[in-house]
């Protein structure tokens, strides 16, 4: 039994996919977004180990939340960090799930897609318990995604190609910087690929926020968007006219934040 390092479990998450979700922060990350709003989560260290078992196990007891008039409307989230380093856990979590009829899934920024850590038969598998991938896109300039995240983003290009090609739904997630993320330039580029792109069916444009800022000063760690300010509903209107996609809808939210522990 595949065990997984865990950072803190929602019960009721409104903002993680379809529906209401059980919401599983997994621990540990490769990529350092300068706007990151869950740093506690890079490292490896801390959280607790969970078997799938035991992990599903209570997930489910969560299970009357995620009907709507008799109909599923919910699921289980697997968030981060980044999820994709435990792929083996998540596909044994998931595969408990799919045995029970129960929505999946993954909100990852893709960046170790075609690497060692995540071989290609794996990928495929975890792609087969996976009923939705929420995909961050964070920066399409190659340069600039390097200096933003610390990593190059053509792996994130490469799998929502893959997710395209092979017919699983994506929805796309892109935060609004301001000075950073938000250049016409930018947005447009992001439309043409996401028009390129044939199973997208939700496009969500994410402000800005500062309510990490807190944990990185706790943390030790310098924060590097200090005096950048949060966008505008006017701004944040111009980018989603930018953005817009035809097969999706265009949403301007907040990503979820851990909270508490997953300690059993």
């Not at 792996?155 to 994506?170: F, N, Q, T, V």
Request: aromatic share 10%; hydrophobic share 40%.
């Amino acid at each position: 039994m595949t065990r997984g390092k865990v950072h803190s479990l929602e019960s009721f998450g409104l903002v993680d996919g379809p529906g209401v979700r059980y919401v599983i922060f997994l621990q540990g990350c490769p990529i350092r977004c300068q706007y990151c709003h869950n740093p506690e989560t890079w490292t490896t260290e801390g959280g607790s180990w969970w078997t799938a078992e035991e992990l599903f196990r209570q997930a489910y007891r969560y299970k009357n939340y995620w009907k709507k008039k008799g109909q599923a409307h919910g699921g289980i989230t697997v968030s981060g960090g980044e999820p994709l380093l435990q792929w083996e856990f998540v596909t044994e979590l998931f595969t408990l799930a799919k045995e029970k009829k129960v929505h999946t899934a993954l909100d990852t920024a893709g960046s170790i897609f075609g690497s060692a850590r995540l071989p290609v038969k794996g990928f495929e598998r975890l792609m087969e318990v996976t009923d939705l991938v929420m995909l961050d896109l964070k920066e399409m300039n190659p340069q600039k995604h390097k200096k933003l995240t610390g990593m190059e983003n053509a792996p994130i290009l490469g799998m929502a190609r893959w997710l395209s090609d092979h017919g699983k739904e994506m929805w796309v997630r892109h935060v609004v910087v301001p000075g950073l993320t938000d250049s016409r330039e930018e947005l447009l580029e992001m439309k043409a690929f996401l028009d390129s792109l044939k199973t997208v069916t939700r496009v969500e444009l994410l402000p800005y926020h500062t309510m990490g800022r807190a944990k990185w000063e706790n943390l030790g760690i310098p924060y590097v968007l200090d005096g950048v300010p949060t966008p505008t509903e006017e701004e944040m209107k111009e980018a989603e006219a930018l953005v817009g996609i035809p097969l999706g809808t265009v949403f301007s939210g907040f990503l979820s934040v851990p909270s508490g522990n997953a300690k059993k």
